[in-house]
């Protein structure tokens, strides 16, 4: 791939040369992003490519310690965004750029993308947000799912029959019930997501269709980007 | 949602919006802050006014990663810094500007700088560091115990059997060497706190005076910088 960054380099990276190729999917809970790309791995496989997958909260340093913070009552949006940003430099220092490095193809479940937009949600100076990433390397191709807030309603509970406290926005207060609450946050997520849609030139995918409609849109896209045969 | 509420992200530039008043140590390991912080804590406790202590790195919502971080040797300059943060930003929401706006003396033991100088050393450059910390305060008084580095460097040496990986900066592969990279990265901390001793008005203490002698002065600069009258217990404090 070619190595950009948004802003700067890691100070970490001395060697910037990546054969490999970095793919974003971005989206919503409920918007399938993990079945996509759990379909994508083996269907990259099978053709001979190696791949790495990650995702937010996976880290090894911050990963099990972020999952715990969530679960509790004292993550103000100021240190669920540093805790999410140290979770994030971690994957990208140690399990993306290695990935890279040897000419993997790193397929990540959300990026940097989706911790801006909660950023911008909760009233973070954008000029605060972007510095904060600033250090990320930029990704070949962002696709991003696109699903109506009530179809995502129904996705949900059809996978938890509850929604996420913090996929709901609960912490911005914007309803006293939950349901309101989740259809209001995820319609403000969308609008910074269009916002960064442009400036970013994601791929849009319409991820209110089936699952396997989806993925043969995305194989194919991938594959016009990999130069080979969908 | 108001700029200034605490459920949002955005914070207020400008002068403080609150009535109490923050006091910061900087200084390398060995200069003899944290005596002198501690000397100052007892005596406002004493004269009766109302203050709380906050040291560097001591957040119990990273305590458990910072440490097997540390352990696992997994903190890389950049993650080093971002932990530090998150957890430099949990004790400020959670207790330092909350008691700030309940008109305490807040009393900490490191700041930002520390960051600042740190990461530096370790190649994050610095306009980045400060804009992740841009959330935070400027202290009333920032002191800086300035100490010749083999006088901090005795002290330390002279009362560790062993010096941890990252305080002797072992992590930067300098030199195989505990103490001779410890020297390395406290000259390097030093020359940090030198060249932003001016940009950040740091009051600037000799710590190679004894230990009393210092503390009359730094007793002095907080009674002329602070009037400290609105924070007897019996006061209500106004903004």
Known sequence: MKTRWFREPLPEVKDASLPGRLFVLEGPDGSGRTTQINQLVQWLEKRGFAVRTCGLGRSELVGEELEQATHGTILTPLTRSLFYATDFYDQLLHTILPALRAGFIVLTDRYIYTLIARDLVRKADPEWARNLYGRALVPDVVFHLRVSAQRLVQRNFEKNSTL???????????????????????????????????????????????????????????AAHLGIAP | MDASSPETLRQPAGAPDYPGRLIAVEGLDGSGKSTQIRLVKSWLEQEGYRVFFTEWNSSTLVKQATTKGKQ???????????????????????????????????????????????????????????????????????????????????RILETRAVLKYHEAGMDMHWSADPVESFKMFQSKISMEYESMREKFGFVVIDAGRTIPEQQEEVRGIIRRTIDLRPFKHQQVPQA
């Open chain 1, 164 to 222: 996420d406290y913090w996929e709901a926005g609960m912490d911005l207060c914007l309803s006293d019930n939950m349901f309101d609450s989740f259809v209001k946050y995820q319609r403000l997520m969308n609008a910074r997501f269009l916002e960064l849609s442009k400036e970013h030139q994601f791929e849009v995918v319409d991820a209110n269709r089936r699952v396997g409609l989806i993925q043969a849109d995305l194989r194919a896209k991938l």
């Open chain 2, 72 to 154: 696992r040797q997994l903190l890389t300059p950049t993650t080093f810094s971002l932990i530090h943060a998150t957890d430099f930003a949990d004790r400020y929401q959670r207790q330092i500007l909350p008691l700030l706006r309940a008109g305490f003396i807040v009393l900490a033991d490191r700041y930002v700088y520390t960051a600042y100088a740190r990461d530096a050393v370790r190649g994050v450059d610095q306009p980045w560091v400060e804009k992740v910390y841009e959330f935070a305060r400027k202290p009333d008084i920032t002191f800086y115990f300035r100490v010749e580095l083999e006088v901090s460097l005795r």
